[in-house]
């Protein structure tokens, strides 16, 4: 488990990309408050993901507009799913993940 | 009235369908007890759109054509389920693998065919079966197979890089399997497209992530209990976990041979669809060879069976089918693909017209022999494919100017084109629906696109003739067309249109996105929807407007351009494209510190920086000291000039100093889209100014006229004279009261130029000079207040405004 970064150093509604031990994840928190991890790329262009928009729990790549959604990782407008990675607040409003091989 | 006879119909898929429902029309029902035998336990449905349903585009329940209650409905009756295991000439009647006998008059020969499977080591375990993990792809059960063997899988194999292939390869694409197609032949598609357009296409296909492997004869199925793999005749392999064949068809004739009915590589028929053998029995469709050939599409088929309609109900006695001339429109991969005819040119007597722009994933070639189109080859553009395809399949002559046929240069209008059909010209060639039954399904009363194609089933197959089919609609409803609500809306996720939205949020005072959505949109979050109602909120509340960032996109996050890996292009505001030697040395040295790979001229009179990571945009603006120039928005861009009088020998207005002015009234201000303008100092137009979204030009007598709605983009088109003035003052008054109609007025993302052509340039001038709605002095005063809300957003650099704005990696905490 890695403590990644308190919940205000994502705005609202927005992603950012973090190095999680070597890896780059891509931390978004919605509107209300929620958060979701993904893998960083987009795996059509590799666009940043972080960068994309959010609408609820969907997330729209930045580059050609593909879409998931951020819950599932499952693609609503796109070929392939993406990497999610379970992620919560802890009682400090922390943002805790865990990588998938820990 | 004489008794009728028993028609029995082998074969419950497109073609025996068809043939039926063509006769049904020509008063069938009253000649003939209709029976029809179907080996699938369902209805009858579009096999073309398989592909769909396999990549998730359609439901299942979408390609139904004829549900089961439809053969009641019509007195068939149909054998679900059952196949029809032998024919028996002397006695006429058909037997069923359930032991039904159906004795027949007339009979319709019309079981289609299989995949063809090569002959592969390893295919069958050894009871028989296919190995789990082998496919074909050929009927909704071999479609529900693959895609609930796939979830979950790592990687497969496509036997085949024809047509179908590629979409089975696509839709396997859709369950995050890696796929790999393999063509025995030397390029893709080679039924269709020639070698250069299959180059074009498998790049694109890599670049969709799907893997080509061409020349490769498979020799192997690998694995011990299910399939681990394929072995090839160069002895290499591969590693997948199932393998699709979709290498060809092989026409299902073996019940007419048996019964001692010709057969080559199909049932041989005459030119009334009738076995040579025995004129009580027709062949249909795939399952039918004509004068040597069998066709595999269906726009053939739909020929076959009007004839066979005509004949055997008598309605025609002496139709005949000649053959047809193979054209087809595909969408492969999310390509458009048009082919007809020849790939190849057969001698030197043949013209061949190509043009080819193979990183757009455009090509384009004709074969031309004696003034007539004898093949053509679309991919990427098809626009030219209606035309061609009329052309090639009435051997009308071709014009002279060849360019013409490949490119619209000049073309009339749309509608024109749509109206200048004549009523025969098969718009939907997947379901054979020409312009004549669209017009009579308007007629009829049906006044929307999405009705008449419900209707007439045009636009139901591939999809690729939908916009023709809405043109027709629209040209044929003239005026009474109507729409789904939706297409009125100003951005999707909210049920208003622009003018009824911008009341709803003055009267409600929403000024935040995230409250429109609240209020407005059932608190339903659109991501599609916030740059537009973010650019919405911004004109109508100025400074008021409650900023929130996550509804920006990411350029107006970071104010810069995002670049295809990432990083940013950096321009600074050269207002009129006049610079000094210190901002160039500025620009110099920012490009050398942060290592940019390319420093660019714009079209636009500035210069571009690329390739700026996003945590240096900060210190590049810092170092340039120049104001954003606003070249990744939906807002003013800039407004480029030519010399002007200065030191022109031919200008009869200062273009420059007037290109400054604007620039610094309107710097940043935002709009549905981009605005690029310029300002020319004589009529020669150097900068173009009459193909800018408003432009000044300078006239003799020190006028100026300005033009709005032009474009030289993806869409080319002069502007519109709005009106004449005789001072610098007056263009920036008009221009910016333009501008603010236009921010008012328009959808988010239409360019001026559709602005203007839609509201009309008459009524533009009336509003905008003449005044007529008593609004001039309010769009003065609205504009000016959005002006004197202008922030340079590079002063971010000094006071970012959300945490880690720029950051594109941030470390972790613990």
Not at chain 1, 54 to 64: K, M, N, Q, R
Not at chain 2, 483 to 492: A, F, I, L, T
Not at chain 2, 649 to 662: C, E
Not at chain 2, 770 to 779: F, H, V
Request: glycine share 10%.
């Amino acid at each position: 488990m890695t403590v990644v970064a308190p919940l205000s150093a994502i705005p609202a509604g927005e992603g950012r990309t973090f190095l999680v031990s070597g890896k780059r994840i891509a931390v978004f928190r919605t509107r209300s408050d929620e958060v979701f991890a993904t893998q960083a790329d987009c795996p059509h262009k590799a666009g940043p993901l972080a960068d994309g928009l959010l609408g609820g729990t969907t997330l729209v790549c930045p580059l050609h507009s593909w879409k998931w959604d951020l819950a599932s990782g499952e693609p609503l407008m796109a070929s392939c799913p993406l990497e999610t990675y379970p992620v919560h607040l802890d009682s400090e409003e922390r943002i805790v993940l865990t990588l998938n091989s820990e | 009235m004489p008794s009728k006879q028993n028609l029995v119909v082998i074969g419950n898929g497109m073609a025996g369908a068809r043939a039926v429902e063509e006769i049904l029309a020509r008063g069938g029902r009253d000649l003939f007890n209709i029976t029809m035998f179907g080996d699938e336990p369902y209805g009858n449905y579009n096999r073309i759109l398989l592909s769909n349903v396999l990549n998730g585009s359609q439901e299942e329940s979408e390609i139904f054509l004829n549900p089961l209650e439809w053969y009641r409905e019509n007195g068939i009756i149909l054998h679900v389920g059952v196949y029809a295991e032998s024919i028996l000439r002397r006695s006429k009647c058909v037997l069923g693998c359930d032991g039904t006998i159906e004795p027949y008059d007339k009979l319709i020969v019309a079981t289609g065919s299989q995949s063809f499977v090569p002959p592969l080591e390893g295919l069958t375990l050894p009871d028989g079966r296919y190995k789990p993990g082998v496919f074909v792809f050929r009927t909704l059960d071999d479609c529900r197979e693959i895609a609930e063997y796939a979830r979950g899988r790592g990687r497969a194999a496509v036997i085949g890089g024809g047509l179908l292939g590629l979409e089975a390869a696509r839709g396997l694409q859709n369950f995050g399997v890696k796929v790999d197609v393999i063509q025995f032949a030397p390029y893709l598609m080679n039924q269709q497209l020639d070698p250069q357009a299959a180059a074009i296409l498998k790049t694109i296909m890599e670049r969709m992530g799907v893997g080509v492997l061409l020349g490769k004869n498979t020799t192997a199925v690998l694995g011990e209990e299910a399939v681990s793999g394929l072995r090839f005749a160069d002895d290499t392999s591969l590693g997948c976990d199932m393998v699709v064949i979709a290498a060809g068809i092989k026409p299902n004739a073996e019940i007419a041979a048996r019964c001692g009915l010709s057969v080559q590589r199909a049932i041989l028929v005459d030119n009334q669809m009738r076995s040579i053998d025995d004129p009580e029995i027709y062949a249909v469709g795939e399952c039918a060879q004509h004068r040597g050939n069998v066709y595999g599409l269906v726009a053939p088929l739909w020929e076959q069976a009007k004839v066979l309609a005509d004949h055997i109900t008598g309605h025609k006695p002496d139709a005949a089918y000649h053959g047809s001339k193979i054209a087809t429109k595909l969408k492969v991969m999310g390509v458009e693909v048009a082919a007809m005819g020849i790939t190849e040119a057969a001698d030197e007597r043949d013209e061949i017209v190509q043009f080819t722009e193979p990183k757009k994933g455009t090509y384009k070639k004709l074969i031309i022999r004696d003034g007539h189109l004898a093949g053509a080859i679309l991919l990427g553009d098809i626009s030219k494919a209606a035309y061609l395809m009329q052309a090639f399949d009435r051997g009308t002559p071709l014009p002279e100017d060849r360019l013409s046929l490949l490119f619209d240069i000049g073309a009339p209008a749309k509608q024109v084109t749509v109206q200048e059909l004549p009523p025969d010209a098969q718009i939907c060639n997947c379901n054979g629906v020409n312009k004549a039954a669209i017009l009579a399904c308007v007629n009829g009363g049906c006044h929307s696109p999405k009705a008449v194609m419900e209707k007439t089933r045009a636009g139901m197959g591939c999809g690729s003739c939908k916009s023709m089919v809405t043109e027709i609609v629209e040209w044929a409803c003239d005026g009474k067309l109507e729409e789904d609500p939706s297409v009125h809306y100003y951005v999707p996720g909210v049920p208003l249109t622009k003018p009824d939205l911008i009341k709803a949020c003055r009267e409600q005072n929403l000024k935040s996105v995230s409250a429109v959505f609240q209020v407005l949109a059932g608190g339903k979050e659109d991501a599609a929807s916030k740059p537009g109602l973010a650019s919405l909120l911004n004109t109508i509340w100025a400074g008021e407007y409650v900023d929130e960032r996550d509804a920006r996109f990411i350029n107006d996050r970071v104010h810069a351009n995002i670049q295809k890996d990432g990083t940013f292009s950096v321009i600074p505001q050269i207002p009129g494209g006049v610079t000094t030697p210190d901002q160039l040395r500025r620009i110099a040295d920012a490009a050398e510190k942060y290592n940019a790979p390319m420093v660019k001229l714009t079209g636009g009179q500035r210069i571009d920086i690329l390739g700026i990571k996003k945590e240096d945009l900060p210190n590049i603006w810092r170092d340039l000291d120049m104001p954003s120039g606003y070249a990744y928005a939906k807002r003013y861009r800039t407004c480029k000039s030519c010399v002007g009088t200065d030191l022109c020998r031919f200008g009869v207005g200062d273009s420059t100093s007037l290109a400054i002015k604007i620039e610094q009234h309107l710097q940043g201000i935002d709009a549905p889209a981009k605005l690029k303008l310029a300002t020319a100092g004589c009529p020669r137009n150097c900068s173009e100014a009459m193909v800018k979204d408003v432009g000044a030009v300078a006239v003799e007598g020190g006028r100026w006229e300005i033009y709005v709605g032009g474009a030289a983009g993806s869409h080319v088109r002069k502007g519109d004279v709005l009106c004449v003035v005789d001072s610098h003052e007056d263009v920036l008054k008009y221009t910016a009261r333009f501008i603010q109609y236009y921010r008012e007025n328009a959808k988010y993302l239409e360019r001026t130029y559709g602005f203007v052509e839609r509201i009309g340039i008459e009524k533009i001038r009336s509003v905008i000079v003449g005044d007529s709605e008593g609004i001039a002095s309010r769009l003065d005063d609205a504009i000016n207040e959005s002006i004197a809300a202008y922030k340079d957003p590079w002063k971010e650099a000094y006071n970012p405004v959300t945490p880690n704005q720029f950051s594109s990696l941030l470390p972790v905490l613990q």
